[in-house]
Nanobody, 122 residues
C-alpha cells in the first residue's frame, strides 16, 4: 500500500502563487508515476499534471501549461506542484494521485490523497 498526504493549499489572490506538496509513504518503490488532479464544485475531477517517478518526464493539461510546474524529490518521496499566475478558475480541491503504471488518469491511479483546497479570489 501507498499513503499520500497533501499540503500547501490555501487562499490566494488572482495572479498569486502556491506550492502544493504530496508526501508518499509505504511501498513507494512500486510507483511509476504521480500526478495532480483537481475538482471544482459541480464538476468532474480532471487531470492537471503528472510526472514519471524515475525519468522525470512531465505532462500538463493545456489550461495550466506555462503556469504550473510539477517536480519530484525522490529522496523525500515527495511531489510538488508549483502554481503561478493563479486564476479564479483554478479554484478547486487538488488531489495527489499515484500509479503503478505510466498512465496517470482518474481510472488508472491506485492511490489518492485526501485533497487540499485551493481558492483563488478575483
Amino acid at each position: 500500500q501507498v499513503q499520500l498526504v497533501e499540503s500547501g493549499g490555501g487562499l490566494v489572490q488572482a495572479g498569486g502563487s502556491l506550492r502544493l506538496s504530496c508526501a508518499a509513504s509505504g511501498r513507494t518503490f512500486s510507483l511509476a508515476a504521480m500526478g495532480w488532479f483537481r475538482q471544482a464544485p459541480g464538476k468532474e475531477r480532471e487531470f492537471a499534471a503528472a510526472i514519471n517517478w524515475r525519468g522525470g518526464s512531465t505532462y500538463y493539461t493545456d489550461s495550466v501549461k506555462g503556469r504550473f510546474t510539477i517536480s519530484r524529490d525522490n529522496a523525500k518521496n515527495t511531489v510538488y506542484l508549483q502554481m503561478n499566475s493563479l486564476k479564479p478558475e483554478d479554484t478547486a480541491v487538488y488531489y495527489c494521485a499515484a500509479s503503478r503504471s505510466y498512465s496517470v488518469k482518474t481510472t488508472t491511479c491506485e492511490y489518492w490523497g485526501q485533497g487540499t483546497q485551493v481558492t483563488v479570489s478575483s
